[in-house]
Structure formats: structure tokens, C-alpha cells
């Protein structure tokens, strides 16, 4: 069940997402593909760059399994601006990452933006959408 009721603290939703964005960094840091799967949707999709499109919950954790399985996988990032419907069951959160790795031995850093599509659903707010990009130059990185 979706809630639709009006967002009656909008304060109170931004802090419950960075809750959730919080939780999410802590489950990179623990390298938990299955547990960030969990943050989306049931319907929602991961879109990385430079790889297909992620639809689904196991789709999910094998596109994060992939990602955190590259040799010195760190990744950080940071919300800029949430906004909160005024219905108060979808959001938009928009930041910046930064990644480090170290595929094939070589080290490799990269900063970037994203975004992410909230959706409130059963009362908890769950990732629908979740796009990212490099600020690199193509064939940089």
C-alpha cells in the first residue's frame, strides 16, 4: 500500500531519507549488496553508467555485488538538495559521489553526480530511481 497523505513536516521527510542515505553508506562500507537492495522498491531500478540498467531487487544486488567487487571499491556521496513532494510520498534527492578503486592494480578515483527518486511506501521511503555519472571527460577514469 502507498500512503498518499500530504507531507505534514517536510523537515521531518528530508531527515528520515538522509537516514536512509546514511544507512545506505554504511551498507557500501560493509559491502551488503542484498541489504542495499533492500533500500528499493520492489519496481525500482538501478542505473549505472556504462552498464544495463538493474530492474528488481535481484537485478539490484548483483549490479551493487558487481560494483563492490572491483578491487579497492570505496565509494562516498552526499545529498545536495532533497525535495519532498507536496504530497509527501515522493522525493527527489540530488548530490555528488566520489569513488575510489582499483581494478586490474591501477588505481582509479572519480566524482560525479546523482540522483535518486524516493517513493513512500507502507511508510517507509524506499528508492525508486537511481541514476549516477561521471564528471570525467569520456575515456578518463
Known sequence: MVEARGA???????????AEVDRWLQLIKAKDAAGIAGLYAEDGAVMPPNGPIGKGP??????????MGIPGFDLNFAPEQILISSS?????DRGTYRLAMT????????????VVVWRKIDGKWKAAADIFNSDLPVGEG
Not at 509527501?88 to 527527489?92: K, Q, R, T
Not at 581494478?103 to 546523482?114: C, I
Open 8 to 18: 505534514s513536516d517536510p523537515a521531518a521527510e528530508e531527515k528520515a531519507i538522509r
Open 88 to 92: 509527501g510520498d515522493m522525493a527527489l
Open 58 to 67: 535481484a537485478a539490484i544486488q548483483q549490479t551493487w555485488a558487481g560494483m
Open 103 to 114: 581494478p586490474n592494480g591501477t588505481a582509479v578515483s572519480d566524482t560525479g553526480k546523482y
